[in-house]
């Protein structure tokens, strides 16, 4: 035999040399590798999990700016229904012009109140509308007075309401505001 230790490295890399060069058949190496990592001898290197945890990362940052944004809507809803003040409902009715479709107006309109100290939350209501008469779904028929949004907002009297109901870009192009005053339950 040789004097070669076949422990150690060196020795191993000098029996390997003197083996004859063969063309390894395709793919024989990728079913190796596949096998390998199926039975668990082997592991994937870490270059190839860096794309998936980036993406992960990038979900949880998405996820959590989504509940963020969700818990921020819902904190300006429930201020805007807990507040200690009087509320009103101001329902707003098509009239002969479109009131309702500038809705960035109605936007600013809401922000200036909340900067004033006003909780307001509203919404932009669907043209169709569903009647339900002893516990009967209809679909109910458009009328030219159709409910077409509604806000709540807080006011310390009712003058202030109205004078905010008046304020609304709804009441000032043609639109009709009815006010109502929310009797807490």
Known sequence: MNDENPDSLDGLAQGFARLPNVDVPPGLEHRILHSLLHAGVLRRTPH????RLVGLGAALVLFGAGLSVGAQFARSRHAAT?????QYLLLLYNGTGPQLEDVAAHRRWA?????HGHAIYGERLDAFATRIEHG???AAQPVDTLLGGFFVVSAPSASVAETIAAS???ARHGGRVVMYRIRPT
């Open 136 to 138: 009967v779904p209809t």
């Open 111 to 115: 922000s200036d109140l909340a900067a």
């Open 168 to 170: 609304s870009p709804h």
């Open 82 to 86: 807990t507040t200690r003040e009087p």
């Open 48 to 51: 190839r999990i860096w794309p």
